[in-house]
């Protein structure tokens, strides 16, 4: 089984920057992508940013020159590199992965637990 712990939440002011951190534990030999995806209170469930193993990255618009998603692959941890941080950012971060299925390429999922960034001055 596939185990994610994210950490590096916290409190910042508008403008600051934090570093998120997503450790993986288990099987990881089929792995196909990583991410980050975020729910602040009262809106819906964004995707962020992800990561597929070979290094490939993809961003949603609104995250794009500010947040930066990398993984160190020998190490199992995906990171998410945040600067320019709004209130707007606030929101519980959380780590999934992907990972293709034992039989066919069907993909199955795995989620963190979460890591709380609140953005306030």
């Known amino acids: 089984q596939v185990q994610l712990v994210e950490s590096g939440g916290g409190v910042v002011q508008p403008g600051g920057s934090l570093r998120l951190s997503c450790a993986a534990s288990g099987n990881l030999d089929r792995l196909h992508a990583m991410g980050w995806t975020r729910q602040a209170p009262g809106k819906q469930r964004e995707l962020l940013a992800s990561?597929?193993?070979?290094?490939?990255?993809n961003y949603v618009e609104s995250v794009k020159g500010r947040f930066t998603i990398s993984r160190d692959s020998a190490e199992n941890i995906t990171y998410l590199q945040m600067t320019s941080l709004k209130p707007d950012d606030t929101a519980v971060y959380y780590c999934h992965a992907h990972l293709y299925s034992d039989y066919d390429r069907s993909l199955l999922g795995f989620w963190g637990q979460g890591t709380q960034v609140t953005v306030s001055s």
């Open positions: 990561i597929t193993y070979d290094g490939i990255t």
